[in-house]
């Protein structure tokens, strides 16, 4: 089902709501889903699913994923997510290892992505030759 122009707009608008200080309040984003679910205006469903969209989103905007070829010890780890805060302010972080990378890191942050791993060069090479 396609998603309304007015119900794409008042999603946008809930969702504006939500933000303190650029920043998602849990609480007033939890009241605004309670009262949106209360009240069912015409197209809540649809406006409740973009909601969410949004929400999930700007949480992945503030939440680093680092993934390195074997697991980094708490000083590297440390190292990498201050790296990350300094560079992009207020983030979370969650490491991972993924033996599949060979070698190196790969870090995403929302939908950005920094590949610095083997496996990531050794297919730049494949598609030259």
């Known amino acids: 089902m396609k ?13 504006e709501l939500a933000l ?9 984003l939890r009241s605004i889903f309670d009262g949106v ?6 197209q ?12 999930r989103l700007e949480l992945s905007r503030h939440h680093a994923l680092i ?3 074997r697991p980094l010890d708490a000083a ?5 997510a201050s790296a990350l805060r300094a560079r992009f302010g207020d983030i979370t972080t969650a490491f ?11 870090v995403q942050l929302g939908s950005d992505v920094w590949d610095g791993s083997v496996r990531a060069r050794l297919q730049a090479v494949k598609q030259l030759l």
């Open 3 to 15: 998603l309304s122009r007015e119900a794409r707009r008042q999603s946008r608008q809930l969702f």
């Open 20 to 28: 303190v200080d650029a920043r998602l309040d849990v609480p007033r």
């Open 37 to 42: 679910a209360a009240r069912k205006p015409r």
């Open 44 to 55: 809540y469903v649809q406006i409740l699913k973009e909601l969410t969209r949004l929400v």
């Open 67 to 69: 993934e390195s070829a």
């Open 76 to 80: 590297q780890s440390e190292q990498f």
């Open 96 to 106: 991972r290892s993924n033996p599949a990378l060979i070698g190196g890191v790969r």
